[in-house]
């Protein structure tokens, strides 16, 4: 074997190595093929929104050698879904490529298997979005992204990436969501009935879903007489309309120098400032420490 043979097949056995998953519907190690580009496919289930700029000056410079190879995985059926390199398989075919070199890894045939290897190739580059990663985490069936998913769709919510469409019926803060799923799921399902109400058929504003839940996870945990999403505090909080809301909520970040890891707090003691308005004294919600 030649000594240029024998280098490339110790890069190919390190980027296999690289690649190694530990997953049911994965079916034993990838292998190496040169493939017909028009054969392959693309889930849009999970792969991101493709970015014609950069696909447009890729095929301008089109290179083989930086090509590389794209991630592919093959079907029982015998088709092939690109797990990452969609955008380069875009070029390629606007360059007039008709071939390209695959490393190709035998699947279940389940799109959550797909989904689960993108998903995982992606977050060890860092290269994820928070909402394309919700995406994958939706069809490999993550918890608390499908618990989301239920609860935005029961509301009649559409999520949303940062963005995108900001009119309507819209939610584009998917980590606050994700992190409130996890973390307390009843609490999650209920600050966004009450968010969505407040919202009155318009977008659902991140402040809004990270305050409620905040503000209710605290009221939980010192046993306070009275839920934060209760009907009196709701009807409170809808009297005094989101702009009003919104500036006690970002008063309270400007006054109490909250830091990115308690601006929550901060903004929950906004809320909480609108609904003591009128209370006894002692029946007044104590504000939080942040």
């Not at 280098?7 to 519907?25: D, I, S, T, V």
């Not at 090509?67 to 875009?90: H, M, S, T, W």
């Not at 968010?195 to 809004?208: C, H, M, Q, V």
């Not at 901060?266 to 104590?286: E, H, V, Y």
């Amino acid at each position: 074997m030649s000594r240029r043979k024998k280098r490339k097949k110790q890069q190919q056995q390190q980027q296999a190595k690289e690649y190694e998953f530990n997953h049911p519907g994965v079916l034993g190690d990838p292998y190496y093929r040169v493939h017909k580009t028009n054969e392959l496919i693309v889930s849009r289930a999970y792969q991101r929104p493709l970015s014609q700029a950069w696909i447009n000056r890729t095929a301008k410079n089109w290179s083989d050698h930086l090509c590389g190879a794209i991630i592919v995985a093959k079907r029982p059926n015998g088709k092939f879904y690109v797990i990452d390199g969609q955008q380069r398989l875009e070029a390629a075919k606007i360059a007039d490529v008709k071939k390209i070199r695959c490393m190709i890894f035998l699947v279940d045939g389940k799109p959550a298997t797909e989904a689960h290897l993108f998903s995982k190739i992606n977050k060890e580059r860092t290269s994820l979005k928070p909402y394309d990663l919700y995406k994958s985490d939706l069809v490999t069936g993550v918890e608390d992204a499908v618990l989301v998913d239920d609860i935005c769709s029961k509301l009649d919510y559409e999520v949303m990436p940062k963005g995108g469409s900001t009119n309507g019926r819209s939610v584009i803060c998917i980590q606050k969501m994700r992190h409130w799923a996890k973390r307390d799921p009843q609490i999650f399902e209920d600050g966004m009935e009450v968010a969505a109400k407040l919202s009155d058929g318009k977008r659902i504003d991140n402040r809004l879903v990270s305050g409620l839940c905040y503000l209710e996870h605290n009221l939980k945990k010192v046993a306070w007489k009275e839920s934060a999403f209760s009907t009196r505090n709701v009807t409170r909080l809808k009297r005094a309309g989101l702009t009003k809301v919104f500036q006690f909520m970002e008063a309270a970040v400007m006054t109490e120098g909250a830091s990115a890891n308690n601006v929550p707090g901060a903004q929950a003691n906004g809320l909480i400032r609108i609904l003591n308005s009128g209370r006894r004294r002692d029946n007044r919600i104590p504000l939080l420490q942040v």
